[in-house]
């Protein structure tokens, strides 16, 4: 096909090739043609025997990098990008090149850098690697923990794509809603307008809008500086720290933000809410200091004989043997996997007993390893825990149960854990014939007993490395507690605990602000967080409706069942069925969630439709409450009345799959139109495997941890998102 001269040179200058880079047309038609035809490595050797004869031609150049970064030689896609950066310092096409290379080393800020300039010197006009740099950072900015920066990137993205019907909407719904983010940093943080009272000159406001344009164009570095010269003429306008900080987020300089945050918080004549959020989002974006975390320790214990140690400890009643995953080991460094493994805990697991309590639930110290000898290596046992006030007592109880007399190596620090997070741990062994409804009951108790306590007693950089009960009696951090305690509380709520933080607040007198809104209109621009404290009855059921989707967008659990309850007593009946189906979605725990899909399938049912849908979502409830004869019936119901209804087949035998009772051929195999499901003929029952997953214990219940579940390792960063680790 011939090369069509009046279309975008591929140089990213914004002319036609016809009027740009004419002088190589004839090599452009044979290279796009060698590309066209995924003939890389040949298009690659076209490129240079063209730039043998025409060395600084920009379009040459940009596709000799994005060939490179196509065929992953990053080394040579470096040497040539920094020839064109060279050769063409403000070419977007040559800026969005490094930003991508500077976003797979890992170089966060000077990526942003990068794709900022590049945006400016584009225009509107964007070229594909500009997008692509856009689409690649996004995902490094989410896996690097930078959130805000990284959603607003990916919102770029899908704006670049096509909107809502692009491939990237469906992530960036996935990202909205992340609930190892805390919400209040889920809730939209957009810019604002100048206020329309005040006495900001014309010209100022002029600025103002300006630097808005600036934002929407995603030239956000020039839109905080349009703001930042603003600020030094009206420092006391909160509205433009606002942005200030918004935007600063939005360009992964978490730093500034929380400073700029912080400077929003002291404005005179800000609402006590507004005051409230920005100290408590500048904490949460806040970088932690050493006060914040607890080292991970490994200790190394010698061991003679590992076939008797291993007999040893496995009739060792304080030891709890764990699996072992070896696929797990031959991904770290061809890690051989251990002998065995066991949880270690303070006392033996206790008898049956309904009325156990849970302090008397042993405590759970750390992980032990044993490893056989190995070529290069003795056998040993590994003890891993995290150093704290009970690290010695550990050690020892450790060294007691091996009996050994030597001396352990040098303890080697193997990561670390934020002491906030370490809260939410519930620490305890849960005996294996624990029910459901006493594993809540434990943690509940665990979290009104040890969370807050434990919380208000813990030093913290926020409060200048003192505890929140010594820092509030300084009326300068009183703000700062009060914030904390915000953040604390809305997590609680999310969790569906009944942690009572109120009494914290009326203990050190620091009461929440009373909702000032009473319009629909400042009602409906509350953010969502803020629903837990809105008087629902003055809310029309529109206001509530809109509520509840705004709230299910962010998987903001505790409001989405405080709408949906008030709206089943004051919405449209014919709503009903959808309202308890949202609420099944985000019950935050699973008992909640079976109440609310058995109203949902009642009503279904009454309107002749088929309850399929929520029989799906019952059965894997059950299984992890360990219901069997409830999962028995749910499961039989399924196969004979509803296997041949669509998809129902398919996402019966993908529960299976997530239990491992069925391999992922089968599940290929069921999804294919020729091939019958595995659920299909045979008896009835439910299969014995999954009549057994069934009967197994409940896992620990522990929902609402604030970034990461208790198991995972920590990175040091406050934001967690899934793979940075």
Sequence with gaps: MALDLYAPCVCGSGKKIKFCCSDVTKELESITAAIEGGQRIAALDQINRALDSHPKSPALLALKGSTLLELNEFDSARKAVAQFLELAPQNPVALAQSAILCALDGNVKEAVLKTQQSLEAAGKEIPMPLYEAVAALSGVLLQLGHYLAGRQHMVLQVGLEGGEESPAFRQYLQIRGLESVPLILRSDLNLIPPPMEGNLPAADVAQWNAALESSKLARWFQAVEQFLTLATKHRQVAELWHNIAVLYGWLADEASASKAWRQKARCPNISAWDALEAEAVAQILDEPSETDMLPRIAVEFPVSDASAMKEKLLSTKRLIALPIDPAQFSREDNEVPPLAAFSVLTAEPPAESADLKMEQLPEMEGSLLLYGKQTDRDARCTFVTVKDENY???????????????????????????????????????????????????????????????????????????????????????????????????????????????????????????????????????????????????????????????????????????VGETLIVRGNPQMHETVYAMMAQTSPNSEAALVALAKAKELRLQAGGSPATYLLAELPLLLRRGDSEEAQKVFVELRTKHLEEPGVANALTQIMVDLGLVSPQQLAAAQSRSAPSPLSGGSTPMPAKLAAAAGTPAPTWAPGQPITPAATEQPKSKLWLPGMD
């Design 392 to 562: 010695d007592r550990q050690l020892a109880d450790v060294k007691s149960l091996l009996g050994v007399d030597a001396t352990p190596k040098e303890p080697e620090n193997v990561g670390e854990l934020r002491r906030f997070n370490r809260l939410w741990e519930f620490s305890r062994h849960v005996p294996t014939w624990a029910k459901p409804e006493q594993i809540k009951s434990w943690i509940d108790e665990f979290r009104q007993t040890s969370v807050l306590s434990s919380w208000e007693r813990m030093p913290q950089s926020i409060f200048g490395n003192k505890s929140p009960a010594e820092a509030v009696q300084d009326e300068t951090q009183q703000l700062a507690v009060s914030a904390a305690l915000l953040e604390l509380e809305v997590t609680m709520k999310e969790s569906g605990s009944e942690l009572k933080i109120s009494e914290l607040r009326e203990r050190w007198n620091l009461p929440l602000p009373t909702i000032t809104a009473n319009t629909p209109n400042e009602i409906g621009r509350l953010p969502v967080w803020q629903w837990y404290w809105v008087d629902l009855d003055r809310v029309t059921v529109e206001g509530l409706e809109r509520a509840l989707n705004v709230a299910l967008s962010v998987r903001a659990r505790g409001v989405v069942q405080r």
